[in-house]
């Protein structure tokens, strides 16, 4: 079954440190994938998608992503956090264009 | 251009209530999605419209739970006899077509007292 998993429920970063979130997949084809990011009570932003080509994507707000087909992964990265990154990230999958599958998502926290 | 909106943005609504959630998608776009949220989880799969196709129901929770699409246009949701646990964030998003990115609204926050 498709699947999407995120292995960190919460991290914390300073700012201006670096970021990596995690996202690991499962799917039986090359899959569409994309990060979003998600405000408290506010709706989900795209941060970025990949879709062929080139495995590093580059998205709005500084981050990218790079797809590694062996190891079924989309990690999003940032080389420098602002306070204004703290958010929810949610990474997600076409699923056949079906639907949407999404991970359980990563909470970030910047420390000033 | 206007993005996907929802509304109401907040509900209030009595246990064993109907309510109706409604979605208005990016004007041009085929595909049409609802998700829902509870606190502090992720997003759950409802339903899936694409153009005139027959609709995928197959993350409807029950049978209280329903959703038409006129058309490309305007969606809504609809939940019979609301039970405490539908509290949630009702999200709706909306693609150009299958297999492109989704892009969403600000959610309904349904709670049910």
């Known amino acids: 079954a498709q699947s999407v998993t995120q292995p960190d429920i919460h991290i914390t970063v300073s700012e201006g440190a670096s970021l990596e979130l995690r996202c690991n997949y499962s799917?039986?084809?090359?899959?569409?994938l994309f990060w979003y990011v998600q405000s408290p009570g506010q709706g989900l932003q795209l941060l970025l998608k990949y879709f062929s080509g080139d495995t590093l994507v580059q998205g709005i707000k500084g981050f990218e992503a790079e797809f590694k087909r062996s190891q079924s992964s989309f990690n999003l990265r940032k080389p420098s956090v602002h306070w204004s990154d703290a958010a929810e990230y949610f990474c997600?999958?076409?699923?056949?264009?079906?639907?949407?599958?999404f991970g359980p998502g990563t909470r970030l926290s910047v420390l000033p | 251009g206007a993005g996907v909106s929802q509304s109401p943005s907040n509900k209030v609504t009595e246990k064993g209530k109907d309510v109706e959630l409604r979605c208005d998608p990016i004007?041009?776009?085929?595909?049409l999605y609802w998700y829902r949220q509870r606190l502090g989880q992720g997003l759950e799969f409802l339903i899936y419209?694409?153009?005139?196709?027959?609709?995928?129901k197959s993350g409807l929770p029950s049978d209280r739970f329903s959703a038409e699409r006129t058309g490309e246009s305007v969606s809504t949701l609809t939940i019979q006899r609301t039970q405490q646990e539908d509290s949630a964030v009702y999200l709706c998003?909306?693609?150009?077509?299958?297999?492109?990115?989704?892009?969403f609204g600000q959610g309904t926050r349904l709670t049910v007292v």
């Open positions: 419209f694409q153009g005139n196709s027959a609709p995928d």
């Open positions: 799917y039986g084809a090359t899959p569409y």
């Open positions: 997600a999958l076409d699923n056949y264009g079906q639907n949407f599958v």
């Open positions: 004007s041009g776009h085929t595909a």
């Open positions: 998003a909306s693609s150009l077509r299958a297999n492109t990115e989704a892009f």
